[in-house]
């Protein structure tokens, strides 16, 4: 059985014991949450799509950590104009580990 949740404005395909890094959430570590925007459900031959989310579905999941991902470089250059730019950027995110999928 596999879902497709959504966070953080991103679309996530999940399966019960998945660890995912999603857009950082305000839960502790350790703390078990719901999340209730469930887009679709798969169990077995049975598809269950929503219009726009499942009705009665979600998926229980616990938070593993928090941390903040690689650093991205930004580099903005214009030839001949002695322009340079450089900047990095580190995302926040939560860990999830993915518990149990309801369907009802």
């Known amino acids: 059985m596999h879902a497709v949740i959504k966070t953080g404005g991103k679309q996530y395909k999940v399966a019960v014991g998945d660890t995912l890094r999603v857009e950082k959430l305000t839960a502790k570590e350790g703390e078990k949450i719901k999340i209730d925007s469930v887009l679709a459900v798969v169990d077995g031959e049975k598809t269950t799509i929503g219009a726009p989310l499942v009705k009665g ?39 999830l580990k993915i518990e149990k999928i309801n369907a009802s």
């Open 57 to 95: 579905a979600n998926v229980d999941v616990s938070v593993v950590s928090h941390g903040k991902h690689d650093k991205v470089k930004i580099f903005k250059m214009k030839r001949r104009k002695h322009y340079m730019k450089t900047q990095g950027h580190r995302q926040n995110f939560t860990e």
